[in-house]
């Protein structure tokens, strides 16, 4: 078609539309030759519901409000609408699809009876390239609806931090809430045979030898605060030899007292007072009383350890935008570890889990700012539970090793500590390897797993600089966490 061909724009406004079009805001510096630009336009009229766009449509029209309002919303992946804004009158609308070549990120439908002028592809570009006045105010436009917009997808990602953050929470809380809970019962069962123990002892009389062997023995037990620390084959040889020794003696339930006792390293030699001066069935009872004692304060101890976790998740979420910004302190991995198996002991039991420990002597601290190593034991260990099968196997090792540090030019070397959680459950199938490390993915039952611990457990080692891999299958699945012994 000929220029001369082409009707002028001027000509097919009427002045009815100009007045209307210079009362929109967007063009209210154009000059009305500018305005008359947008004569071609086709006027529309939309009842309340109608869409002029759909999510994920391809985008082929410009629009014009002229009355009337629009309400711009997402529909997310769980079908819900979250509302980005409402577009009163004088708004433009789709011209940023049009600029990227991008199909709508929104849906916009009329809440309102309203009036539009609609532009298709050919019209938009005609009038973005002869007319830079209206080119100017469309742009304007869009950068400032692109800034608000860009607020609003701001504080959804912040709410959705919150709500991850909150799930990952409740996650965290129930093993320590569980844990206080259960000692507590634990506790009371504890004092009420201890109470009947000392009824038992009250009506005999006690020489001043078998008063004095169980003060020794109490003043023994109450000088250990926490369990000893011990790899799995020294702990099961001394419960072992300790359980093997009471049954010579007839005690009642030697196989339940030994662990107890062998936890706060108590040998048979250290009984052997007791074995002299309580003939017959009160030496049962004064091993009872004793392991009921034991008991006790490492029940106290697992309470304390409880509140502790849970005062320090809370402190956790106080501090979450701040997170490795606090003073330097030193961490024993090994203790972390440890009180972690504490909090989860119920478990491991439950199952009859066969618990492997291989804890390095001698392993230096760890000095970091930041917090939440109990959170990466806790999530990668609660999972390896949930993984084998009854009586299953664990294994746990902890060692130090030297690295050449690949961001230093010079020969200079690392040191790491090493941390490898291993089970012999069933692997992670090779289909979801590439994803166990994606928030909420898991390949856990519905209702049983929130897919919420890997990712929790990367971004806290990634926070002390560190690594966290793993190999995994049928029979063999080893999660290896190095974190530089100091940070740069």
């Known amino acids: 078609m000929n220029q001369k061909d082409v009707p002028r724009i001027e000509d097919t406004m009427t002045d009815v ?42 985008a082929h029209f410009f629009w014009i409000l002229l009355s009337g309002e629009m309400r711009i919303y997402q529909t997310m992946p769980d079908g819900h609408e979250m ?76 709410m959705a931090s919150l709500g991850t953050l909150a799930a990952g929470l409740m996650h965290e809380l129930n093993n320590p809430g569980a844990a206080a809970v259960r000692a507590a019962a634990q506790l009371r069962e504890n004092l009420m045979r201890m109470h009947k123990l000392t009824a038992k002892f009250s009506k005999s009389k006690m020489s001043d030898e078998q008063k004095q062997c169980m003060f020794h023995l109490q003043e023994y037990a109450l000088a250990k605060e926490r369990p000893l620390r011990m790899n799995s084959l020294e702990q099961s040889d001394a419960e072992e030899a300790l359980a093997e020794w009471m049954e010579t003696a007839n005690i009642e339930d030697a196989w339940k007292l030994a662990p107890t006792l062998v936890a706060i390293g108590m040998t048979s030699g250290d009984l052997e007072c007791a074995r002299m001066e309580f003939p017959g069935p009160f030496f049962s009872d004064a091993l009872n009383w004793l392991e009921a004692l034991v008991s006790s304060m490492q029940l106290v101890g697992t309470i304390e350890e409880s509140i502790g976790r849970v005062s320090d998740l809370v402190k956790a979420v106080k501090s979450y935008a701040y997170e490795g910004k606090g ?162």
């Not at 539309?17 to 967007?26: F, T």
């Not at 002028?117 to 436009?141: H, T, Y």
């Not at 090792?397 to 690949?406: I, P, V």
């Not at 797993?449 to 806290?460: A, C, F, N």
């Open 17 to 58: 539309l100009l007045a209307r079009l210079r009362g929109v805001s967007i063009l209210s510096a154009v000059p009305d030759t500018e305005i008359r630009c947008l004569g071609d336009a086709r006027e529309m009229r939309l009842p309340e519901g109608e869409f002029i766009a759909k999510q994920g449509e391809v």
């Open 83 to 158: 509302i980005m804004g409402t577009a009163p009158a004088g708004t433009a609308l789709g011209e940023l699809p049009l600029l990227s070549n991008t199909p709508y990120a929104t849906s916009v439908r009329a809440t309102k009876p309203c009036e539009v002028l609609q532009f298709d592809e050919q019209q938009f570009w005609d009038m973005m390239k002869s007319c830079p006045n209206v080119r100017q105010a469309i742009l304007g436009n869009m950068a400032d609806r692109f800034q608000k917009f860009q607020s609003v997808i701001v504080q959804q990602e912040k």
């Open 327 to 488: 003073q330097k302190q030193s961490v024993d991995i090994n203790e972390s570890i440890h009180a972690t198996l504490v909090i989860l002991a119920h478990k491991l039991r439950e199952k009859q889990i066969t618990l492997e420990k291989d804890f390095a002597t001698g392993l230096p601290v760890l000095q970091t700012e930041c917090s939440g190593l109990n959170q990466i034991w806790t999530n990668i260990l609660d999972n390896a539970i949930d993984a084998v099968d009854q009586g299953g196997r664990i294994r746990i090792r902890t060692w130090e090793d030297t690295l050449a540090d690949a961001k230093s030019s010079a020969s200079k070397t690392r040191h790491y500590l090493c941390i490898t959680i291993a089970d012999d459950g069933p692997g992670i199938p090779t289909e979801s390897q590439a994803r166990i490390f994606d928030p909420f993915y898991t390949t856990k039952p519905v209702g049983v797993g929130t897919g919420l611990g890997l990712g929790i457990v990367q971004r806290i080692v990634e926070q002390y600089g560190g690594t966290v891999t793993f190999a995994s299958q049928p029979g063999n699945t080893e999660f290896r966490i190095r974190l530089p012994r100091e940070r740069d």
